[in-house]
């Protein structure tokens, strides 16, 4: 097996012990999950490249981060700076937008298939993608909330510099500018009020960086409330998740401790048996972690 079959089949059988209504004990559910390994294969490997785009975004978004902190510690924002910050929001959009279209296809397919399947497999399919949705929303949040931090503190610079021209603006208006769109809203009748060019200048430069984010945004947002309502529709679902992963780990502890005792008094095989699963999943680990 190559190193990325292991891993999906990995995945699957960590997710088989945790997913909902497993029985650890239960021969029968193991059978079958070892028997469809090669049909979730294609499955796992999706997930793991939808995880692997998510991952992406979330690194991206904390070097949007350092951007913005950089575009708001100078005067006015050059433009090697903008075209870094351009270059990796159309990465985020893109990866975005790729992740969102692999969930949705997952999440129609779970759908048809669901009247005819109803098995460990689909449980498995069904927490990962709810998992995965939760995962992507919340990296996206934390971009959206990147994108408004700037946007405020941008706002704020300029609302500062407009003070000191002695054209001091409230919250509102202030909002009405920045949705007109257009720049000599802010300028006119202060350019020859003795203000400074590069006072005028980062007004300027500040409106042209909340233009260019609400653009993102804009494009970003129905994107992102598709998802979200996904999400909060799977809230049973990612809430059974974390109690089935707790309930796992208690399974696995109380097999360790069973062993334990089976070898310490030597029972009959029956108390070994009890243990069997545990050591079936030990030994798949094992193999599956060779040489990874």
Same mark, same amino acid.
């Given at each position: 097996?190559?190193? +990325?079959? +292991?891993?999906?089949?990995?995945?699957?059988?960590? %997710?088989?012990?945790?997913?909902?209504?497993?029985?650890?004990?239960?021969?029968?559910?193991?059978?079958?999950? =070892?028997?469809?390994?090669?049909?979730?294969?294609?499955? %796992?490997?999706?997930?793991?490249?939808?995880?692997?785009?998510?991952?992406?975004?979330?690194?991206?978004?904390?070097?949007? *981060?350092?951007?913005?902190?950089?575009?708001?510690?100078?005067?006015?924002?050059?433009? *090697?700076?903008?075209?870094?910050?351009?270059?990796?929001?159309?990465?985020?959009?893109?990866?975005?937008?790729?992740?969102?279209?692999?969930?949705?296809?997952?999440?129609?397919?779970?759908?048809?298939?669901?009247?005819?399947?109803?098995?460990?497999?689909? +449980?498995?399919?069904? #927490?990962?993608?709810?998992?995965?949705?939760?995962?992507?929303?919340? =990296?996206?949040?934390?971009?959206?909330?990147? @994108?408004?931090? %700037?946007?405020?503190?941008?706002?704020?610079?300029?609302?500062? @510099?407009?003070?000191?021209?002695? *054209?001091?603006?409230?919250?509102?208006?202030?909002?009405?500018?920045?949705?007109?769109?257009?720049?000599?809203?802010?300028?006119?009748?202060?350019? /020859?009020?003795?203000?400074?060019?590069?006072?005028?200048?980062?007004?300027?430069?500040?409106?042209? /960086?909340?233009?260019?984010?609400?653009?993102?945004?804009?494009?970003?947002?129905?994107?992102?409330?598709?998802?979200?309502?996904?999400?909060?529709?799977?809230?049973?679902?990612?809430?059974?998740?974390?109690?089935? =992963?707790?309930?796992?780990?208690?399974?696995?502890?109380?097999?360790?401790?069973?062993?334990?005792?089976?070898?310490?008094? @030597?029972?009959?095989?029956?108390?070994?048996?009890?243990?069997?699963? %545990?050591?079936?999943?030990?030994? #798949?680990?094992?193999?599956?972690?060779?040489?990874?």
């Amino acid at each position: 097996l190559n190193k +990325r079959t +292991r891993i999906c089949i990995l995945t699957n059988l960590f %997710f088989y012990f945790s997913s909902p209504k497993s029985d650890l004990y239960d021969d029968e559910e193991v059978e079958i999950a =070892v028997d469809n390994a090669a049909f979730m294969d294609e499955f %796992f490997c999706q997930i793991e490249d939808i995880r692997t785009s998510i991952d992406k975004i979330d690194e991206n978004v904390a070097e949007v *981060k350092k951007l913005y902190s950089v575009i708001l510690s100078a005067p006015t924002s050059d433009q *090697k700076t903008q075209d870094e910050l351009e270059a990796i929001t159309n990465d985020i959009k893109k990866m975005a937008n790729n992740a969102r279209n692999k969930l949705k296809t997952i999440e129609r397919n779970l759908e048809s298939e669901e009247q005819e399947r109803v098995s460990a497999d689909m +449980r498995i399919r069904k #927490s990962q993608h709810a998992v995965l949705s939760r995962k992507f929303v919340e =990296v996206m949040t934390k971009y959206n909330e990147a @994108q408004v931090d %700037f946007r405020e503190r941008s706002k704020g610079r300029i609302q500062r @510099q407009l003070e000191i021209t002695g *054209k001091a603006t409230t919250d509102e208006e202030l909002e009405e500018m920045l949705e007109s769109g257009n720049a000599a809203v802010f300028t006119a009748g202060i350019v /020859d009020s003795g203000i400074s060019k590069q006072a005028l200048s980062e007004i300027e430069s500040r409106h042209k /960086d909340i233009v260019r984010l609400e653009s993102s945004i804009k494009e970003l947002h129905d994107m992102f409330v598709d998802i979200a309502m996904l999400v909060e529709s799977q809230g049973d679902i990612v809430d059974n998740i974390e109690q089935n =992963v707790s309930k796992s780990v208690d399974h696995i502890t109380e097999a360790q401790e069973i062993t334990k005792k089976a070898v310490r008094y @030597q029972t009959k095989a029956r108390k070994v048996m009890s243990s069997g699963h %545990f050591w079936v999943l030990v030994h #798949s680990l094992s193999f599956l972690l060779r040489d990874l």
